[in-house]
């Protein structure tokens, strides 16, 4: 997907980039909270503009290479009517929740590019109001594909602990409706939307960082 490949640009700029004095910490293992804003190229199949939203993750680093988080998502598309010959909702919105993993791909390298990761999650997904024939229906939702955590020098007067990060997300995301006819799609041969989502938010830990241990005195 061309579509999707272009909006990998930010994120590779970002790895090649940024400072390198300054990465994130592979071994915070605070919880940590990610609200961020989503953007969605929408499948042609949809009978819809392109897709925003939110979504929020929750999550805990468990070894230096691996993050595990739960997830919520939601997203409005607005309907191009002028694809359907009867009258149809002005929008749709779909809404999804489950569990993911982040995988870090360098994640003992001591420069910006250890905050590169590999995401992957599963969701179970609601749809209200489609256009088409089906307005509403349940569906399986995927995601896969890059993120970047880059490091902010921030704490907003104590307001957020240290440690606090950038996310940025391209992913590939599959909409598995499992259905014959919906949208603008007649031919029953394609029973998922296949789409790109790209997200931007902050990482934010909970709780202050955790201190070091204290060196023992030599006997």
């Known amino acids: 997907m061309n579509r999707f490949r272009y909006g990998l640009i930010p994120l590779m700029i970002a790895a090649s980039f940024g400072s390198a004095n300054a990465w994130a910490d592979p071994d915070d293992r605070r919880v940590y909270i990610a609200p961020m804003g989503s953007y969605t190229l929408a499948d042609d199949a949809r009978g819809t503009d392109n897709g925003y939203g939110g979504t929020v993750a929750v999550g805990k680093r468990l070894t230096r290479g691996l993050e595990l988080e739960l997830l919520g998502n939601f997203t409005q598309f607005d309907t191009k009517k002028s694809e359907f010959s009867t009258p149809q ?3 749709m919105r779909v ?4 569990a993911g993993a982040n995988v870090y791909l360098f994640p003992s ?13 599963v969701m179970r997904g609601q749809a209200k109001s489609q256009p088409g024939p089906v307005s509403d229906y349940s569906s399986t939702l995927f995601d896969a594909g890059l993120g970047y ?19 940025m997300e391209a992913l590939y995301h599959i909409d598995e409706h499992n259905r014959d006819v919906i949208g603008t799609n007649t031919s029953g041969d394609q029973k998922y939307f296949s789409e790109a989502q790209f997200n931007i938010g902050i990482r934010i830990p909970l709780g202050g960082r955790a201190k070091p241990p204290a060196e023992q005195p030599p006997e």
């Open 89 to 91: 909702p002005s929008s």
């Open 95 to 98: 809404w999804g929740g489950g």
């Open 149 to 167: 955590d880059m490091p902010l020098d921030m704490t907003l007067g104590g307001l957020f602990a240290p440690g606090v990060t950038l996310r």
């Open 109 to 121: 390298a001591e420069s910006a590019i250890n905050g590169l990761f590999l995401h992957v999650d």
